[in-house]
């Protein structure tokens, strides 16, 4: 199969679609990206990267960061951070509140937006929001073994300023014990994290140990155990969607995390982790044509989880 041909297909067919769906407009610095914009690089476990279209621009990963808090909480606290959160779909919005009134403060999944704000908390832990956020930006240039990984500072305060939702989340569940933190605090670490800006090509370099059982083939370090992989895997196939999952998996196939900034990460276990970019997203708040690119290669590949 030529990889390259099939990214390059992939990316001529989106051509005529550019601009299709909403930028998410309610953060300030995310409305003024241009979404006449498509990226996707897929990067196989023998280390080769396949390119098309905008895969080097940098863009706010937004809620893909929560794939990779999570694996630093998983590390810090291991299985213990599932008394904290749950591992169900939500079937509700990434920023929903209703559901937590009902569990107790207890988030449905890691991956909705009170799930990840109270995995930050984890990661807090011990630390300065500060020193935080600077672990985890280390963790990030190291799994994408470059450097110049970064954190739109502009994008963090933007969020900042018109968080309401976010911090209502917060001090929610503060309310029922499960935010060990002020929510101030917990929530400039969660900004930050989600403002961290990577290209297409970083970001499949930066998800590939899930696609190679815990291990970076590309530096040979070990970051989590097969199993710790898999488990991530399984939570991104499920939840990592937020209500736009189950039909993710139904025409993708593959564990995926999306964010509002219209990246996807999929990981295609064995075979490749695969970035793809553009900013316009459909209305459960999933980049349209990140979507439907991601369908058209699995379909060329093969790569479902679910069989050929």
């Not at 976010?166 to 929610?172: Q, R, T, W």
């Not at 695969?274 to 209305?283: C, E, H, T």
Request: net charge neutral; aromatic share 8%.
């Amino acid at each position: 199969m030529d990889l390259q041909a099939v990214v390059d297909d992939i990316a001529l067919m989106m051509q005529p679609r550019l601009g299709e769906g909403q930028v998410a407009d309610y953060i300030p610095e995310l409305a003024n990206v241009d979404p006449r914009q498509f990226g996707l690089a897929v990067t196989t476990v023998d280390g080769q990267t396949f390119t098309a279209g905008d895969a080097a621009t940098a863009f706010s990963v937004q809620s893909i960061s929560k794939v990779f808090m999570l694996t630093l909480a998983l590390g810090k606290a291991g299985e213990s951070i599932w008394k904290r959160v749950g591992r169900e779909p939500s079937g509700s919005a990434f920023n929903s509140i209703v559901q937590l009134e009902h569990e107790h403060g207890i988030p449905r999944n890691p991956f909705i937006n009170a799930g990840a704000i109270v995995v930050t908390d984890m990661v807090l832990a011990g630390h300065k929001p500060r020193e935080a956020i600077g672990e985890f930006l280390r963790f990030m240039r190291f799994l994408a073994d470059d450097d110049g990984v970064t954190i739109d500072e502009r994008v963090a305060r933007s969020e900042h300023a018109t968080g309401y939702r976010n911090f209502a989340l917060a001090n929610f569940m503060r309310s029922f014990g499960n935010l060990e933190h002020p929510a101030d605090l917990v929530l400039g670490t969660y900004f930050h994290q989600c403002a961290l800006s990577m290209s297409c090509v970083q970001l499949s370099r930066a998800g590939l140990f899930l696609a190679n059982r815990g291990t970076n083939p590309l530096t040979g370090f070990s970051v989590v155990s097969p199993k710790r992989a898999r488990r991530i895997n399984a939570l991104m196939l499920t939840c990592g969607h937020y209500d736009g999952s189950g039909d993710f998996a139904y025409h993708v196939g593959l564990p995926g995390k999306s964010g509002v900034g219209g990246g996807i990460l999929a990981i295609a276990p064995g075979k490749a982790s695969i970035a793809v970019w553009s900013p316009g997203l459909n209305k459960v708040g999933n980049s349209a044509l990140g979507s439907a690119a991601l369908e058209m290669l699995a379909t060329r590949t093969g790569w479902s989880v679910f069989g050929y």
